[in-house]
């Protein structure tokens, strides 16, 4: 009887620990990257599955990969952030975690600390998102072909969903989602899917959603650059006055995307592209060009400067860093049909006119639903402008009769202008960062930190000096 009992026990025990093996957190924690400075806090990264039952069946494995990083102190009283770069196709981990917000950056042959690493105020889950970026793959490469929109937001969706098996402790916490660019697109998108999902099942505790130069209405957003380029002295009076009406940037993309690029459009922007100079980085005009070729977010959101740009950085800290064996183990990353990590994937095939989809209703909708919304733009990037931004959010104010909270103000970090704020309703916001890029808490840290403790504090942004 006895031994039976122990035999039970032992094969109770066993599953469990097979279960654990493959739901729990504790295989996926990183002991230490290689040139690591000591820290106090926990990180994680892995993969995490997001094939369905049909898939499964003809033995097509997808999986999304993660870097996890746990608050500098007191992880269990903060909400969990996720981060999402665009693209579409950019790495969340090598630009996000790696270049903007995370808590490390490369040097020489090892990582220092970043001072104003996000994870000072929050757990931030860093994702490569959507399959064939970075080091998410699938092991039939059809999967790479037609993804889109509605495609990302669901394996967001159910990346999030397995997720919490591993981490069950964050399944209640406070969920803001935050990102950059292209994720304009991917944050409502999946924000919305979340707040449908609730409605059978509440499992997502979403709380507020943050968008930095965010696409949200592509003319819009994209017809904000003439002005820009030429208020800052990139192009010539004549050539702004046609980029304006002789051929606009959102119809050169929308040509250029379709395989139909006018001659008219042609010109001019050949007119843009040689006054701009492929020397001045678009993501920050004031910048100098090196960082922006590692930075660069975008096939999709500068097509002409693609295969023009040259990058004088090709050797980059990130790339190098995130290409060691050593550190793809201490990830416990793989390569999966690739040579090399790339910041931006050469194998996802995005349904590229997607970016004609107007997002910027779906983020009424999360308004509508009573999640907080900030929008916020580097003031120094050109690709997708404050102006446009701001224009949009003031429209979507309108459009919601939600009226002025906070009126335009400046706000201050490190005593100094960290920037410009608008709020309406106390629910939709709108902030500048002075002096910031496209990857604004790449160029401005400190300012990029002070914005986020507030957004998750729900805090005014601070009006003394
Ligand atoms: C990959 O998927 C395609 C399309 O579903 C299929 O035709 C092909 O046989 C698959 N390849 C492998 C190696 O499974
Ligand atoms: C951009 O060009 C398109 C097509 O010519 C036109 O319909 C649209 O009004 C233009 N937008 C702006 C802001 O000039």
């Given at each position: 009887?006895?031994?039976?009992?122990?035999?039970?026990?032992?094969?109770?025990?066993?599953?469990?620990?097979?279960?654990?093996?493959?739901?729990?957190?504790?295989?996926?924690?990183?002991?230490?990257?290689?040139?690591?400075?000591?820290?106090?806090?926990?990180h994680y990264s892995g993969y995490?599955?997001?094939?369905?039952?049909?898939?499964?069946?003809?033995?097509?494995?997808?999986?999304?990969?993660?870097y996890f990083v746990e608050a500098e102190t007191d992880p269990a009283s903060k909400p969990l952030v996720l981060w999402l770069n665009g693209g579409p196709g950019c790495s969340s981990l090598g630009v996000g975690a790696f270049s903007e917000n995370g808590p490390?950056?490369?040097?020489?042959?090892?990582?220092?600390k970043n001072e104003y690493s996000w994870n000072r105020e929050a757990n931030i889950l860093y994702l490569e998102s959507p399959i064939g970026v970075g080091f998410s793959y699938a092991s039939n490469s059809s999967s790479y072909e037609g993804v889109n929109d509605k495609i990302t937001a669901l394996d967001n969706l159910v990346f999030l969903q397995n997720w919490f098996l591993k981490f069950p402790q964050y399944k209640d916490r406070n969920l803001y989602i935050t990102?950059?660019?292209?994720?304009?697109?991917?944050?409502?998108?999946?924000?919305?899917?979340?707040?449908?999902?609730?409605?059978?099942?509440?499992?997502?505790?979403?709380?507020?959603?943050?968008?930095?130069?965010?696409?949200?209405?592509f003319a819009t957003d994209f017809n904000s650059?003439?002005?820009?380029?030429?208020?800052?002295?990139?192009?010539?009076?004549?050539?702004?006055?046609?980029?304006?009406?002789?051929?606009?940037?959102?119809?050169?993309?929308?040509?250029?995307?379709?395989?139909?690029?006018?001659?008219?459009?042609?010109?001019?922007?050949?007119?843009?592209?040689?006054?701009?100079?492929?020397?001045?980085?678009?993501?920050?005009?004031?910048?100098?060009?090196?960082?922006?070729?590692?930075?660069?977010?975008?096939?999709?959101?500068?097509?002409?400067?693609?295969?023009?740009?040259?990058?004088?950085?090709?050797?980059?800290?990130?790339?190098?860093?995130?290409?060691?064996?050593?550190?793809?183990?201490?990830?416990?990353?793989?390569?999966v049909g690739l040579n090399r990590w790339l910041v931006c994937s050469n194998i996802l095939d995005y349904e590229l006119l997607d970016l004609e989809i107007p997002t910027i209703n779906v983020v009424g909708r999360i308004i509508e639903a009573g999640i907080p919304v900030l929008v916020y733009s580097g003031d120094q990037d050109s690709v997708i402008p404050l102006t446009g931004s701001r224009k949009l959010v003031h429209r979507l104010a309108r459009?919601?009769?939600?009226?002025?909270?906070?009126?335009?103000?400046?706000?201050f970090a490190g005593m100094q202008v960290g920037g410009w704020t608008q709020v309406y309703g106390n629910i939709l916001s709108f902030a500048t960062i002075r002096g910031a890029s496209h990857e604004a808490p790449f160029s401005q840290p400190e300012r990029s930190l002070v914005l986020f403790k507030a957004f998750l504090q729900g805090m005014p942004l601070p009006q003394e000096f």
């Open positions: 009887m006895a031994a039976i009992v122990k035999i039970v026990a032992f094969a109770l025990l066993a599953q469990l620990c097979f279960s654990a093996k493959w739901d729990d957190s504790y295989s996926d924690r990183i002991s230490q990257l290689p040139g690591q400075p000591q820290v106090s806090f926990q995490v599955s997001v094939d369905h039952k049909e898939e499964r069946e003809r033995q097509i494995e997808r999986a999304l990969f993660y490390f950056r490369p040097s020489g042959n090892g990582l220092v990102g950059e660019s292209y994720a304009g697109h991917y944050i409502p998108q999946l924000a919305e899917l979340m707040l449908q999902f609730n409605k059978k099942q509440k499992i997502f505790n979403l709380r507020g959603i943050a968008l930095g130069n965010p696409v949200l209405e650059r003439a002005e820009f380029f030429w208020s800052h002295g990139l192009i010539s009076d004549t050539t702004y006055a046609m980029f304006t009406s002789r051929c606009n940037y959102s119809r050169y993309v929308s040509e250029y995307y379709r395989d139909s690029l006018s001659p008219i459009c042609s010109k001019v922007m050949s007119l843009v592209t040689t006054e701009t100079s492929k020397f001045v980085d678009k993501y920050d005009v004031t910048l100098d060009v090196c960082i922006s070729s590692v930075l660069s977010q975008s096939k999709l959101l500068a097509p002409q400067q693609v295969t023009e740009t040259i990058d004088v950085c090709v050797e980059d800290e990130t790339v190098n860093y995130l290409n060691r064996k050593d550190v793809q183990k201490a990830l416990h990353a793989r390569l459009l919601l009769k939600l009226r002025t909270t906070t009126p335009y103000r400046v706000w």
